[in-house]
Every structure is written in C-alpha cells, then in structure tokens.
C-alpha cells in the first residue's frame, strides 16, 4: 500500500440473517470499495466468528452461520480475486493483537461503550442473566481486526461510531507510547450519509436489528419479494399524509432513505416525485424497488451456498492472503513492545 492508497478493512458477523440494514449500511458498501481498491489486499473484508462466542450460541450452528454469510457477501459481489474475504478464526493474529493491544485500552473507555452499558444496566439490575467478559472487550478485538492491517478507511454503518473512536484512540496510544516511529495506522470510518442507520419497519425508532424487533419490521436480504412487499406495505408511518422528512414522520423518512439508497438517487428527488401521493402508493413503491434490488443477490446466494467446499476454498485463499499482510505488523507490534517473536 502507498502512502496515497486507501485500504479498507470491514467485519460482519456471523448471527443471525443478514438484513437490509446491514446490507444498505455495510455491505453495498464493501461492494463499493473492492471496486475502487487499488489491489486486492486493500479491500478486506472478514466474518467475525471470534465477536459472536461472546453471546451464548450453539457451536455447531457456528460453522453454518460462516457459510451463509460469506456466500450472501459473494452473492452481494465481492470477488476474493479482487478483495481478501476470510474468517477471523482462520487468522491467529486477531486474537493476539487483541490481547496486545488491550494494555494500551483505558478500561473507562470500555466502561462507556453503549453496547456495554445496556449491559451493565442489566447487569444491576439483576435481569442480565450470564454476561461475558468478553462482551466488554469486545471492542478492543474490533480494533485489533482494522489495526492488525494498518487499514485507514472503515465502512461501517451508524452503530459503529463508537467502536470506531475508540480504535483510533487505541492506535493513538499505542503509537505514542511505543513510538516513534508510528506502528500504527489511525483509520477513519466511513459511515454513508444516507442509509447508515435503517429503522426497523414496525418501530421507526428503534433500528433494524438482528437481536430486537421482530420479523415483520426486518426484512432479510433473502425474503422472497413477496414477503418483501408485504413487509413494507405494513411498514408503520404517521397519521398525516405527506411523503417528506421531518419530525414525528421517523418511519416515512426511513422508507425515503431505503427508497434513495436501492434507486441510486437522493431523498430530495424521492420527496419531490412523490409529492401528492398518498403512503398506499409510495409504501408499494418502496417494496417494489427492493424486491427487485435484493432479487438478484437472492438468487445468486442459492447456489453459492450450496457448493460448501468451494465457499471453504475462498475462505482457506482469503485466510492466507490475510495473514500475509498481518504477520509483519504483529512482528512490528511485539518488536515496539519488546515482546519476544514467537520461536
Ligand atoms: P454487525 O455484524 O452487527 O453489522 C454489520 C454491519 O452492518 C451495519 N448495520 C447497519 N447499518 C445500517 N442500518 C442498520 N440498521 C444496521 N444494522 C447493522 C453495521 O454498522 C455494520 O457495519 N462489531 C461489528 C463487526 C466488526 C467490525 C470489525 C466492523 C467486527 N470487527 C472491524 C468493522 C471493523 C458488528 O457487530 O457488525
């Protein structure tokens, strides 16, 4: 990478079925940067199976939960020939990055995390049942997968902003206190400025989420567009009639954003075609453009996923091309922190 390049680093997890949240906010996205990526090895992308042993899950489902969300990701148009797509549990370094690193972590910035402190919320209030350690540290092995490659520009959506400054806090601290010269590369999130944050269709004030809400007000990147559909002629907007963004119109402004992100256009002009119509036509017009948007990513996925043996010949090519890049800067790391290279 020169100094002028850009390379990207982004992680999805493994849970669950991956959403049009996820996909408006991330995926499309990563897209996005392979095809700008100088070369492959700056356009990286990796399923974070390490990040979901942190909740309680079934071990066998793990494995499965990969599978479907490299196959939906190469579905969606990553090509490993042209990125490195792999699994974090492929490469060892993610894991000892994240240990190194956590010595330059100020346990308060963990401690302010929002995801943790619902948590910690529960947790006090004696409704949080087992809560891992490693839930709160959580953060340090996402600095750990963008650090581990010096990557400078991660696409993520609006969830993430967080995690972001904290790694930049963390490459910050370390460069200062092991430097100079800099080990490390202080990275910047790339957030869209439409789409970033996708509501859950039955409560626009809540965002589609894997883990709340239900099925009606999430609609999977898999949903036949039937289901499709239906699911936003049942989005829940506001009593009044106009399609515009604004206040106490949450829902109808997330259906504009979703509508301008799978058209390619901006809310602006949606708001202005749109103008006069009543929420029947504009609901119907919604749905209609993403089931034609995700239909193609739906039928691709089918027959990606089916062939396990070739999704695992991707993920063993993308876990090699990682570790080339990540060995030297974990070698850097130790040798700046007077950690011995492993014999
Ligand atoms: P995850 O798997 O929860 O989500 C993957 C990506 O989807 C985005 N996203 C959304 N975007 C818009 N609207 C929504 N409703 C919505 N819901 C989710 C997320 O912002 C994310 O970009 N901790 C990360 C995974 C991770 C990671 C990393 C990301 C691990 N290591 C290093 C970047 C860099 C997570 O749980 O994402």
Redesign the pocket.
Known sequence: MSATTERI?????PTGRKHL??Y???IRQYVAGQETAAAPGDAIF?I?DL?ATTVDYDPAKLRERVHDTVAILLAAGLDPERCVLFRQGDVREHAELSWLLSGVTAWGDLNRMHQWKVKREQIEAGTGGFVSAGLFSYPVL?AA??LAYRANV?P?????RQ?IELMREVARRFNERFGPPDVLVVPEGRIPEV????MDLQDPFS???TTSGGDAGRVYVLDEPDAIRKKFRSAVTDSGREVRRGSGKEGIANLIDVLAVVGGRTPESIEAEFEGAGYGDFKMAVGDAVAEYLAPVRERYAGLREDEAELERALAAGAGAAREICAPVLADVREAMGVAEPR
């Open positions: 680093f982004s992680g999805i997890q949240g996820n408006i906010g991330a990796c974070v990040h996402m997968d963008v991660v993520v959506g609006d969830d993430q995690h789409g970033a944050r996708i965002k589609m989420s």
